[in-house]
Antibody, heavy 116, light 108 residues
């Protein structure tokens, strides 16, 4: 079975940093495009970032470009999101998801809270 | 980029048919995908493309597209279908994804 397990969320002050991880299993991770999205509890989904299979192609939403960095380690079947200069509006549940389009499988998410 | 617009909520009587719509310019170029999200759970892909249903999605779920509007139809709604439904497509650059605001489906 496909499993995606996010970790690394928590509470941080504005301006702080966090690194999220997504551990993948049950599929060929190195041959899979990956994504990060977030959701404010009770609100809609916001697409954040894409990374190609080798890691050389990366795309970012305007809201996080220059502050967030997506990366992957195919040897460890892991996806990462390095988040810097965090703002209150970055608060939400962060999901990793498999696929270019559509997003075929999603993890259960990790909660990030940015507040003073 | 662009936007995808969904009605905030719809309701359907048990066993009846309901259509959830999604409107946006990007749908003229890209097929929609649809995700079901139940309370406290991650989104789940239920339909995509012209007629593609992931294994495990009941065949009462179907999709269609006309011009700039995509629709997800649930034929014979069951209580377990009560959830929020999000549509998605690629944006006009083709690089990023867009999501609609979600439609809360209530089965009464």
């Amino acid at each position: 079975d496909v499993q995606l397990v996010e970790s690394g969320g928590g509470s941080v002050q504005p301006g702080g940093s966090l690194r999220l991880s997504c551990a993948a299993s049950g599929f060929d991770f190195s041959d899979s495009e990956m994504n990060w999205l977030r959701q404010v509890p009770g609100k809609g989904l916001e697409y954040l970032s894409y990374i190609g299979t080798s890691g050389s192609t990366k795309y970012y939403a305007d809201s996080v470009r220059g502050r967030f960095a997506i990366s992957r380690d195919n040897a460890k079947d892991s996806l990462y999101l390095e988040m810097q200069s965090l703002r209150a509006e970055d608060t939400g549940v962060y999901y990793c998801a498999v696929g270019g389009y559509p997003l075929r499988y999603w993890g259960q998410g990790t909660l990030v809270s940015v507040s003073a | 980029s662009s936007e995808l617009t969904q009605e905030p909520s719809v309701s359907v009587a048990l066993g009846q048919t309901v259509r959830i719509s999604c409107q946006g310019d990007s749908l003229r170029s890209y097929y929609a995908s649809w995700y079901q999200q139940k309370a406290g759970q991650a989104p789940l892909l239920v339909f995509y493309g012209i007629s593609d249903r992931p294994s495990g999605t009941p065949d009462r779920f179907s999709g269609s597209t006309s011009d700039n509007t995509a629709s997800l139809t649930v034929t014979g709604a069951e209580a377990e279908d009560e959830a929020e439904y999000f549509c998605s497509s690629r944006d006009t650059s083709g690089q990023l994804l867009l999501f609609g605001g979600g439609t809360k489906l209530t089965v009464i």
